[in-house]
């Protein structure tokens, strides 16, 4: 059997593309240099994927940004604005991704969204009346000779046409139907000149098949085939999927003539039930994804065998061993990891060792016939993985997560009489003031942490210096006039790892790098076993932040949804047993605080969107009816005068409102001066029970907003929003400001509530 690759990571092993871009962006090397060392990466992961023997190898996976902005660029969907700068075609690309402010102008960068469900963002194309859509650029090409030149035959990639129309932003009038002939030439033209070239197979990225698909979006996707693949020649084409499965348009797809069709086995929940059902066309070959290509485990070769025999029963009688989506979603190696011991090492897989698993993979699946594979020595060893494995298994932690009873998921008195009571106890003004949680981290803070972590210093005098930054902190808010304070966050490096690194159960790597946008790559941390909390972890900066102060004081935590979705999620047990694991944890470090005398408590969901499933008919079966009770469970144990706040951004919310209230919190506060303040529609339709504080400016920009600007902003949420709901704040967390920007920010933010208080 043979096997394939959908894409490969491209940041390079030890981030080299990372660092080389920012030197390119700050102007220490040249273009030149920057194309050396994105050529040295290519030829690096090529090497690899040749060693291990993979058979059909990617090109043209390699982005300097991003993949569907590479697309865009190839086609001539190039905004005038960027054309305008009169840049190198590398700084045009780069102002399109990152915005460009200089001698040539003045524009911003195109809008960035999450990729499908991952933690990944590509660039939105734009189209307008005037995009002339034609095959423009060379990389594709360029980069199949490149490899071939390095010995190495490859299948070019790129992001199909569906996809790109449909992740597109059509800017004037026009539409999809507009330019499906335009897109059906450019790629009948990619597929002819790849044919001149003798490429023996190109693969086309639709991954927007998974997602629920109207009979229009049907229509278009055939169409825009059946007329591209007439020029296919000897070229063959493979169509690939993933992230979920193609249930809306199995037939359609297999009916086309492509050549090979790649399928996601491990997200895709039905796709092999669809494989089943209607049998796969003896013409095709079917790239079948079994290796999962988001998470860093092994893979369970017994469970991968299994789908591969029954899709030979089912009649699939080409089958190549495939990873369910491309390797740019997990780390490069696990060789760069030198302090993981062994005994945790052998459970894990990054994108190079995925490449050994296919090819064992591959070697059993020839022996599946009789049950051979069961002798195989990679087999035997791969079994004894999961069967020896207990995942440092807390008996307790368990017994906890059975014993949770319904009534843990409520909080009691309910809403109106909790809102009342703390109306009373607080008595603060109309349109409290506020903020998200963390204040600039300034260079003194990452210093002092670094010193720290590197024993340089003190425990002491750590805490010393952040106690005195908190201290600050407390003061200059009162300064300006805030009316609900926090600590400012000093201690934390981030939100999700500050708390990973304080319970049981989770693990950090040291290199693990994936590629999050253009050249920021976060670290996820994994979580390994069943977690608990070891010992208090917010408590000691909280009470001493209170002390310092007779206004109130939010103590600052993060969710268990948002911990378990930006973490490497264990595969032995379900993410909703993770995750309530995790909302135990977090529900002790509440009532701690609350024990030590915190009386508003504020627990961040930032990224409880993110793994909203991609179809909407399975948001609440698969993911919103345990999210949203993990929340409640967090908070359902404090008192009737104890205020609960919870924060969310990155994302939309409108079509989640009612979920959202569900959570029960009593306040909320979110990103919404970017999503032109439609989610205030949706509150206002939904009748949002909930306090909110939508954030009046944005905080993704130095920029100082003025008391006007703000009064303006306020002006509209109250004609959606209940004087006694509105709160104020800022959109995010302060963190990424200069201390600056953040005071003349906050003193406008306050003059404009008084302003408003003094209008009612
Ligand atoms: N409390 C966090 C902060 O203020 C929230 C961060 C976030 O929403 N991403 O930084
Ligand atoms: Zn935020």
Request: charge should be negative; charged fraction near 30%.
């Amino acid at each position: 059997m043979k096997t394939a690759v959908v894409g490969f990571p491209r940041v390079g092993k030890n981030r080299e593309l990372k660092f080389a871009t920012e030197k390119y962006f700050k102007g220490e090397i040249g273009e030149q240099e920057l194309l050396n060392e994105a050529a040295q990466i290519r030829k690096y992961n090529l090497s690899k994927e040749n060693a291990a023997g993979i058979d059909y190898i990617s090109s043209g996976d390699f982005s300097f940004y991003d993949g569907i902005l590479d697309t865009a660029f190839a086609l001539n969907v190039i905004p005038a604005r960027y054309k305008a700068l009169g840049l190198s075609n590398l700084d045009t690309y780069f102002a399109m991704a990152r915005g460009y402010q200089g001698e040539k102008g003045n524009v911003k960068a195109l809008a960035m969204k999450k990729w499908f469900n991952t933690n990944y963002h590509y660039l939105v194309p734009e189209i307008d009346d005037d995009t002339e859509v034609k095959l423009v650029g060379t990389k594709l090409f360029d980069e199949y000779d490149e490899a071939l030149a390095n010995g190495v035959l490859t299948k070019p990639v790129i992001a199909g046409p569906f996809t790109f129309l449909k992740l597109a932003r059509f800017t004037g009038r026009k539409n999809i139907a507009d330019y499906t002939d335009a897109f059906i030439k450019a790629y009948s033209e990619i597929l002819v000149k790849v044919s001149e070239k003798n490429v023996k197979w190109i693969q086309f990225d639709e991954p927007f098949l998974v997602r629920d698909l109207t009979e229009d979006d049907k229509k278009t996707f055939v169409s825009l085939y059946e007329k591209i693949l007439s020029s296919k020649g000897e070229v063959k084409v493979l169509l690939q999927t993933y992230f979920g499965d193609v249930r809306d348009i199995y037939s359609e797809l297999t009916g086309l003539s492509f050549d090979g069709i790649g399928l996601d086995f491990v997200e895709g929940r039905k796709t092999l039930e669809l494989v089943e059902k209607n049998g796969f066309p003896k013409d095709k070959i079917l790239f079948a994804g079994v290796l999962n290509g988001k998470n860093i485990w092994r893979n369970n070769y017994k469970a991968s065998l299994n789908v591969i025999g029954k899709l030979q029963t089912a009649g699939a009688e080409n089958i190549v061993i495939s990873t369910s989506c491309s390797l740019l979603h997990v780390p490069y190696t696990l060789e760069s990891e030198t302090k993981l011991t062994q005994e945790y090492i052998k459970h894990f897989s990054f994108a190079e060792e995925k490449l050994l698993e296919l090819k064992e993979l591959a070697v059993c699946a020839d022996a599946l016939a009789g049950d051979a594979y069961k002798e195989l020595d990679i087999y035997k060893k791969n079994e004894l993985l999961f069967t020896g494995r207990v995942n440092s298994a807390d008996e307790k932690v368990q017994e906890r997560v059975r014993n949770i009873k319904a009534s843990d998921y409520t909080r009691l008195p309910e809403f109106a009489e909790r809102e009342k009571i703390q109306k009373e106890s607080f008595a603060l003004p109309l349109f409290p003031t506020t903020t998200i949680g963390s204040f600039p981290q300034t260079a003194d803070v990452k210093t002092e942490r670094k010193l720290f972590r590197k024993g340089e210093i003190s425990e002491e005098e750590y805490k010393t210096f952040v106690k005195k930054k908190i201290a600050d902190c407390i003061k200059l808010q009162e300064e300006i006039g805030l009316d609900v304070l926090v600590h400012g966050e000093y201690e934390r490096n981030d939100m999700v790892e500050y708390f990973g690194e304080n319970l049981e159960g989770y693990l950090f790597t040291e290199k693990a790098w994936v590629q999050s946008y253009g050249t920021r790559c976060v670290k996820p941390p994994i979580i390994w076993g069943d977690v608990s909390r070891k010992k208090p972890i917010t408590v000691e900066w909280s009470v001493y932040a209170d002390s310092c102060t007779d206004k109130p004081v939010k103590g600052m935590l993060t969710g268990p949804v948002t911990i378990l979705n930006w973490s490497f999620p264990r595969e032995d047990i379900s993410l909703k047993e993770s995750t309530l694991q995790i909302a135990l944890a977090i529900r002790d470090e509440v009532l701690d605080l609350e024990a030590n005398g915190i009386k508003i408590i504020q627990i961040d969901e930032a990224a409880l969107r993110e793994k909203l499933p991609l179809r909407k008919s399975d948001w609440n079966s698969e993911y919103l009816d345990w999210a949203i009770p993990a929340f409640r469970l967090v908070q359902s144990g404090v008192k009737a005068d104890t205020q609960i706040h919870t924060h969310m951004c990155y994302s939309e919310f409108t079509d989640i409102i009612p979920a959202i209230d569900a959570m029960d919190a009593d306040v909320i506060t979110f990103e919404a001066s970017r999503s032109d303040l439609l989610i205030l529609d949706s509150l206002k339709e939904n009748n949002f029970k909930t306090e909110v504080g939508p954030g009046v400016y944005d905080i993704h920009s130095p920029r100082v907003p003025s008391v006007e600007e703000i009064v303006n902003a306020l002006k509209l949420m109250r004609e959606k929003l209940d004087d006694h709901k509105l709160w104020i704040n800022p959109d995010c967390g302060l963190k990424t400001r200069g201390e600056t920007e953040t005071k003349a920010s906050l003193i406008n933010m306050v003059e404009a509530a008084k302003i408003l208080r003094e209008s009612v």
